[in-house]
T-cell receptor, first 118, second 113 residues
Framework: GAVVSQHPSWVICKSGTSVKIECRSL??????MFWYRQFPKQSLMLMAT?????????EQGVEKDKFLINHASLTLSTLTVTSAHPEDSSFYIC??????????????FGEGSWLTVV | QQQVKQSPQSLIVQKGGISIINCAYE??????FPWYQQFPGKGPALLIA?????SEKKEGRFTISFNKSAKQFSLHIMDSQPGDSATYFC????????????FGKGTKLSVIP
């Protein structure tokens, strides 16, 4: 089946630094990718929708200058958490839409990235 | 406003039993309804999905039942196993636009021996 790879799986960074998380679709082209944040024992919270070659669409309440999203190719989207603070510590998950999938809009998720800001 | 309501929040089932998780939606523009399985510390994995033109879809021990008029759909896990213990999310998306998923709040399933 389709695979979405996220890297790194976990990262620890110092407060004030920036961290980049990569999301790759390994065996399909993804014109649309999504970035989520998930707190323990809670559902996924959509942060932004990333479209290849255009600016990301951010959900209400998500700071676009803090969470920079770049979708420069059909297989790669990146999320950069700028000037990270401890409250940014969370589980970040990306997903990618496979247009050629069984339903034309099958969405596959990456394994997630644990970010801890100390 | 929560567009996809999922219940129960948690579920304990004995090994070999049937696990049933229910979801209800409000937006009639939704036309794709997937279920995802998530283990702790991992990303969600697509389990099974259904479109509103069918009332039931079965894949192995997993079955989705869909009731369009009631705007409800459910996941049935037959012969539940301890390895099925995970959090299950129902979701819905529209055909138009970005196809972004609207998730339910999740159900933590524990299958006990």
């Amino acid at each position: 089946g389709a695979v979405v790879s996220q890297h790194p799986s976990w990262v620890i960074c110092k407060s004030g630094t920036s961290v980049k998380i990569e999301c790759r679709s390994l065996d399909f082209q993804a014109t649309t990718m999504f970035w989520y944040r998930q707190f323990p024992k809670q559902s996924l919270m959509l942060m932004a929708t990333s479209n290849e070659g255009s600016k990301a669409t951010y959900e209400q309440g998500v700071e676009k200058d803090k969470f920079l999203i770049n979708h420069a190719s059909l297989t790669l989207s990146t999320l950069t958490v700028t000037s990270a603070h401890p409250e940014d510590s969370s589980f970040y998950i990306c997903s990618a839409r496979d247009l050629a999938g069984p339903s034309g809009n099958t969405i596959y998720f990456g394994e997630g990235s644990w970010l801890t800001v100390v | 406003q929560q567009q996809v309501k999922q219940s129960p929040q948690s579920l304990i089932v004995q090994k070999g039993g049937i696990s049933i998780i229910n979801c209800a939606y409000e937006n009639t523009a939704f036309d794709y309804f997937p279920w995802y399985q998530q283990f702790p510390g991992k990303g969600p994995a697509l389990l099974i999905a259904i479109r509103p033109d069918v009332s039931e879809k079965k894949e192995g021990r997993f079955t989705i039942s869909f009731n369009k008029s009631a705007k409800q759909f459910s996941l049935h896990i037959m012969d539940s196993q301890p390895g099925d213990s995970a959090t299950y999310f129902c979701a819905a998306s529209k055909k138009a636009g970005s196809y972004q998923l609207t998730f339910g709040k999740g159900t933590k399933l524990s299958v006990i021996p």
